[in-house]
């Protein structure tokens, strides 16, 4: 073999063993973790499923025809008069009814934990990057907010506002939800602002939205997604809870709360099972597969981070 074929091959050799050794990256990362834990990836085909099914629904089944009341089927049984699992006591299709109601609780709880993580994220970080009476003045407002009983203040409103519909419901709710996430970015935010590649790009002269975005926000990425994971479990509880005691979506349109607050008396809760037991399953199904997606989002974040 000649030098300059020897030079070749070394060559090659290097730059082999360079793909070989290079730390897997984005996408990468988060495929791995799901592959190594199979609960994480079972829950993920078992969320997208329900997902999937939620949101196709309004082109399977007439809306306006699931939600008429037909009495003379009230409490069928499931199997009786071609209700796979039943009907409610306005004589409704619980079948129909699970994957529209699905589709609006889920719709209202992504939609608040976006909007809230956007507004508190936001406030978070600035708050904490410059500090000093902006994060006074920031954090007072924070603090009225969470003492407030926002839950009855919630209902208040739900209850004088005369047009409501599920959106109304998602800013009402995001009024006051961005609060403690607020507080939580500014406390890491407090910490992160502190470490040596903040003051280097403040040295560099740059600017300050570019580091707090740029440099500083990808670093709060496990934090983000742990956060995000749990106030989207949340925030469906807390619409279901909202719906299940008659100040959620408004009469006649379908919701997991909805569906899980005809077991108001004994009778339906021990002899009727089935319009309110689906419904119970789906939401601990949902919140199950969200916590363990959530868990292993986290740790590949984490690892991102490790990396660099």
Do not use: H
């Given at each position: ?16 063993i ?13 495929k ?69 109601g ?24 600035v708050?904490?990057?410059?500090g ?51 507080r ?26 570019v ?41 006649g ?56």
């Amino acid at each position: 073999m000649t030098q300059e074929q020897l030079n070749v091959a070394q060559e090659a050799n290097v730059v082999t063993i360079d793909e070989e050794t290079l730390p897997p990256m984005g996408f990468e990362i988060i495929k791995r973790e799901f592959l190594r834990d199979k609960v994480a990836m079972t829950a993920l085909i078992i969320l997208a499923v329900i997902l999937i099914a939620a949101f196709i629904s309004p082109f399977i089944f007439d809306v306006n025809e699931v939600t008429r009341v037909d009495i003379f089927s009230r409490f069928a049984a499931p199997g009786e008069k071609g209700y796979l699992l039943g009907a409610d006591e306005g004589g409704r299709d619980i079948f129909a009814l699970l994957f529209l109601g699905t589709r609006n609780s889920v719709l209202i709880g992504f939609s608040v934990t976006i909007i809230t993580a956007i507004i508190g994220i936001m406030l978070g970080i600035v708050s904490g990057y410059y500090g000093g009476i902006i994060d006074d003045i920031m954090m007072r407002v924070v603090d009225f907010i969470m003492v407030l009983p926002q839950f009855m203040i919630i209902i208040v409103i739900v209850t004088i506002v005369g047009r409501f519909n599920a959106w109304t419901l998602i800013w009402v709710i995001s009024l006051f939800g961005w609060a403690g996430i607020t507080r939580l970015f500014r406390t890491a935010t407090l910490s992160e602002a502190s470490k040596d590649y903040i003051a280097a790009g403040k040295t560099m002269g740059t600017r300050d939205p570019v580091i707090m975005f740029g440099g500083l926000l990808p670093n709060l990425s496990s934090l983000i997604i742990t956060n995000l994971t749990l106030a989207f479990a949340g925030n469906i509880g807390l619409e279901t809870g909202l719906s299940f005691l008659g100040f959620g979506l408004p009469a006649g349109t379908p919701s997991l709360g909805t569906l899980i607050s005809y077991a108001n008396n004994p009778d339906v809760i021990e002899n009727k099972m089935w319009v309110w037991l689906p419904a119970v399953i789906v939401i601990l199904v949902l919140m199950l597969c969200i916590n363990y997606i959530g868990q292993a989002l986290q740790r590949a974040a984490d690892s991102r981070q490790r990396i660099g």
